[in-house]
């Protein structure tokens, strides 16, 4: 299917993302580099022709992605700062298509759920979808155009895994908020829509996949048998 978004400017979050972590398997058969969803999400969107806006919080992966697309338009940003948020994207001009990618993922066992890591993580997983929709979509209604929000969920937000309750929560509230978003904002011709990715092989997915009893249940329930941008033996 050919995709032409010619014309258009796309924000993605957490776009920076490159991992070595083939290397540190030493498999030459997977992916290599292994990229972050986000990174990969702005090259496609780039290769479709559209204007990207390209926010994360690591400069140097910002940089090197700049490298790789030109005109890329890179924003070095914690999501999880609000203030900092309205003042880096309060003029971001328009946008025609959102990706809501950037995420934390801190695991710990229920009873050991600390406030550090559940306020971080709330912040950076949800309350800056909120925020980032807020205003790109406030952009789209006063043009008066149509516009696209994606925002990448989680199958944690439908099954229980141990130690995810900071993570799953946000991505349980992300899905609801998603349908809420796409009731208010579809009269104005705003399609809001979640993706539910398993395991993919990224430097969040790396540390998922540490526990062996967890790789065993999630591979066992995987059609294929294996994690999204691994090989045959990963
Ligand atoms: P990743 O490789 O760790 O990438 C996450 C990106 O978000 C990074 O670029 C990171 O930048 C950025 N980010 C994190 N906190 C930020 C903040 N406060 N401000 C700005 N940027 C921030 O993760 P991924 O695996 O590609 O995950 C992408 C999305 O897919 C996430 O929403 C995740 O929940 C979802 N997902 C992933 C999997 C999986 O197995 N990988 C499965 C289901 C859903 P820094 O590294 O510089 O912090």
């Not at 789209?140 to 929000?149: D, E, L, N, T």
Request: hydrophobic content about 40%.
């Amino acid at each position: 299917m050919q995709i032409n978004f010619s014309g258009l400017r796309a924000l993605v979050t957490g776009a920076g993302k490159v991992e070595q972590w083939a290397v540190a398997l030493g498999c030459r058969r997977c992916l290599y580099p292994l990229t972050g969803i986000g990174r990969d999400t702005v090259k496609a969107l780039h290769d479709s022709g559209a204007k990207v806006v390209a926010v994360s919080r690591t400069k140097e992966d910002l940089v090197s992605l700049s490298k790789e697309l030109p005109g890329l338009e890179p924003i070095c940003l914690d999501l999880g700062d609000w203030e900092a948020t309205e003042h880096a994207l309060g003029n971001i001009g328009p946008i025609d298509l959102l990706v809501n990618n950037a995420a934390v993922l801190l695991p710990e066992p229920f009873l050991e759920v600390s406030k550090e890591a559940f306020d971080r993580t709330i912040s950076v997983n949800l309350r800056s979808v909120i925020q980032v929709s807020q205003m790109v979509a406030r952009g789209m209604i006063a043009r008066g155009v149509p516009g696209s929000i994606v925002n990448i969920s989680s199958i944690s937000s439908r099954s229980a895994i141990t130690s995810l309750t900071s993570y799953g929560s946000t991505k349980g509230a992300m899905d609801i908020v998603t349908k809420i978003m796409a009731l208010e904002l579809g009269p104005h011709k705003i399609r809001v829509n979640t993706v539910h990715p398993t395991v993919v092989l990224t430097n969040m997915g790396k540390k998922v996949s540490a526990r062996p009893e967890f790789v065993k249940t999630m591979k066992a329930r995987t059609p294929l048998g294996k994690f999204a941008g691994a090989c045959d033996l990963h």
